[in-house]
């Protein structure tokens, strides 16, 4: 892995092949790609610990939803090509289509009997539908 510095202490950055980018990439790269607050980095802990300990947080984007792009989660392994985030002990995983729309997103959990979970916050957003699950740029 090459590693890269983000503008945040606690956030690792490590790109597989970094001959593959453009140069906007790797500007991306030396700048901060994605938040996670800690509420949302509490309830994946506690999710990675109950169903996948082995595994990390796929953050990622399919064509789909009310909006034209909509928000995926899941558990999974390293995947060639993948970029690689530390936060905080969490390993997270983006795909290089992924990286381009989700670079500046911050990922929330609201939790309680009112919450609605992982919550995505997309500063590039242009259009939204109701239930924050869908997108455009």
């Known amino acids: 892995y090459s590693y890269g510095k983000s503008n945040d202490a606690s956030t690792k950055i490590y790109q597989t092949n970094f001959s593959d980018w453009s140069h906007s990439m790797k500007l991306?790269?030396?700048?901060?790609?994605?938040?996670?607050?800690?509420s949302a980095l509490n309830e994946v802990r506690?999710?990675?610990?109950?169903?996948?300990?082995?595994?990390?947080?796929?953050?990622?984007?399919?064509?789909?939803?009310?909006?034209?792009?909509?928000?995926?989660?899941?558990?999974?392994?390293?995947?060639?090509?993948?970029?690689?985030?530390?936060?905080?002990?969490?390993?997270?995983?983006?795909d290089k289509k992924s990286t381009i729309y989700l670079s500046g997103i911050a990922l929330d959990h609201e939790g309680g009997l009112s919450g609605k979970g992982f919550v995505f916050r997309n500063p590039h957003a242009t259009n939204t539908c109701g239930c924050g699950e869908s997108f455009s740029l």
Do not use: M, W
């Open 28 to 38: 991306l790269l030396e700048n901060q790609l994605i938040n996670i607050t800690d």
């Open 46 to 94: 506690r999710l990675l610990l109950a169903e996948a300990p082995e595994y990390g947080l796929r953050l990622g984007i399919k064509g789909g939803g009310c909006s034209g792009l909509s928000y995926t989660l899941e558990f999974t392994e390293f995947r060639d090509g993948d970029t690689v985030l530390d936060h905080q002990g969490v390993t997270v995983y983006l």
